[in-house]
């Protein structure tokens, strides 16, 4: 498997990644309840279907939550110098993950035991919430850590592109025609003018040149700024292009139009952008 196809289908990967692993500790979870029941009395003081019931409303409830988890990540990334504050948010982030995920798992097992004519009990509310969240604090932190960690290896494969700048290297400054690029403990140089398009990505700009993708720390509108009296105009409040890359442009009856690349990539065009694009092609 290379980086390109696992960019392409990273989505797919991803969800498919964490469905297996849910069902299957559900399932373990489920199975060793009715195990034990089983090993200490002989029998269970629950029908078998319970712990089902029980494991699999709360893997249910957790998928549910991986977009807000995501949504939290990227609003407010982890800043090493501003640690404490990062630590509130993310201690206040845990409390509304568990509360959510303790309506959900309620609600859908009250469905399920009304379908088996019988009747849940969530018990002390008080109590059951601070027992539930300290189980849901950890698997609040282990998503979490996985996300930075899957970024983290992500990024080392594909690469982390830096402006190269007369100054000190801050985007706020003058910045040549090279893109230093970091890439598995190495270093080398690539050329601006052979970026194609850049694409917003949470905190960060993909760069996309001749089939790779670079991530750079920025916000879209800021790198462009920088970079559009090298030929660079944005298209999209997601997409931006290089107009040497631009192949031909086709408009929409909604007044929108699709830009495609000399590469094949087909990107749209907001209205909103498409009379900043025809001045910048003049």
């Known amino acids: 498997m290379n980086i390109e196809h696992l960019e392409k289908y990273q989505r797919w990967y991803k969800w498919s990644i964490i469905t297996a692993a849910l069902v299957t500790i559900a399932t373990i979870n489920a199975t060793t309840k009715i195990m034990d029941g089983l090993r200490t009395s002989g029998q269970t003081p629950f029908a078998n279907w319970e712990p089902f019931a029980w494991e699999f409303t709360s893997a249910i409830g957790i998928l549910i939550l991986i977009p807000f988890l995501l949504w939290l990540v990227n609003r407010w990334p982890v800043v090493w110098g501003q640690i404490k504050t990062s630590l509130l948010i993310y201690l206040f982030g845990s409390l509304v993950f568990s509360f959510i995920h303790i309506m959900v798992m309620v609600v859908l097992r009250k469905l399920i035991y009304t379908a088996n004519s019988s009747s849940y009990d969530f018990g002390n509310v008080a109590f059951e919430f601070f027992y539930e969240y300290r189980k849901d604090l950890w698997a609040y932190i282990l998503i979490i850590g996985m996300i930075h960690t899957y970024r983290f290896v992500l990024s080392r494969l594909r690469g982390e592109a830096k402006m190269i700048a007369d100054g000190e290297g801050e985007l706020e400054t003058p910045i040549s025609d090279r893109i230093l690029v970091k890439k598995l403990g190495k270093e080398f140089i690539v050329k601006l003018s052979d970026v194609e398009w850049l694409e917003a990505s949470g905190n960060y700009v993909n760069l996309h040149v001749k ?52 590469s094949g990539k087909v990107l749209n065009l907001s209205r909103r952008y498409k009379e900043q694009l025809k001045a910048n092609l003049h």
Do not use: K, M, W
Not at 242 to 249: P, Q, T, Y
């Open 211 to 262: 089939g790779r993708i670079y991530p750079t720390r920025s916000t879209l509108a800021a790198l462009v700024n920088n970079i559009s009296d090298q030929g660079f105009c944005r298209i999209h409040r997601s997409f931006a292009v290089n107009l040497d890359a631009v192949e031909s442009i086709t408009p929409s009856p909604s007044g929108d139009a699709e830009v495609q690349l000399l």
